[in-house]
């Protein structure tokens, strides 16, 4: 059975990878991805609503999104989010739904688009490292109190680097895996 410290470690870098994968999602790469609409919120009736609560999102073609919205009269404020938005796509509306088209971006911007993404990367590698941290802070601790022996605790120590050691390389996996997804004409 594993330490409290490991299992600890390995919660805390499941939650990076988790939030790697959420940002990455966010990155804009010419495939349209209803994800992109999660941080954008619309003022419904005095309150900051996401989109995705307020309509369908639909992705009819590779380079387009369709918004819905259940309540016809919240299109113009939907309209206006994005425009405020960073998303810099405008919107094509009908007077019934949203038309988000995605051009493929340019070379250059594809570029600035897997350097995001590289500091993404290297953000959640920074955070699976800090778990990597405390977990052998709490292995020393432990071995200090004298509740665990000191084979024990190199035991443990190389388990957390293991661990470390998995998690940086799906980290990135999935950095390779975007850039290919980004850098995809």
Excluded at 15 to 42: E, P
Excluded at 149 to 169: I, N, W
Aim: net charge negative.
């Amino acid at each position: 059975m594993s330490s409290p410290a490991i299992q600890e470690a390995k919660k805390s870098m499941e939650k990076a990878i988790d939030s790697l994968n959420s940002q990455f999602a966010t990155v804009r790469t010419g495939r349209a991805n209803a994800a992109m609409l999660d941080h954008i919120t619309v003022d419904y009736y005095g309150a900051a609503t996401p989109i995705t609560q307020l309509a369908g999102v639909k992705t009819p073609e590779a380079h387009l999104l369709v918004i819905e919205p259940w309540d016809k009269s919240a299109l113009k404020n939907i309209e206006k989010a994005i425009l405020a938005s960073d998303l810099g796509i405008t919107p094509n509306s009908d007077g019934s739904c949203i038309r988000l088209p995605f051009p493929p971006p340019t070379e250059e911007r594809r570029k600035e688009l897997v350097k995001q993404c590289r500091g993404m990367a290297e953000e959640c590698r920074v955070s699976v490292r800090n778990a990597r941290r405390t977990a052998k802070t709490a292995l020393e601790k432990a071995k200090k109190d004298g509740d665990i022996s000191e084979d024990e605790m190199h035991r443990d120590t190389d388990e957390v680097q293991k661990l470390t050691d998995g998690f940086v390389a799906q980290v990135d996996d999935l950095l390779k895996a975007k850039e290919a997804e980004v850098m995809e004409v």
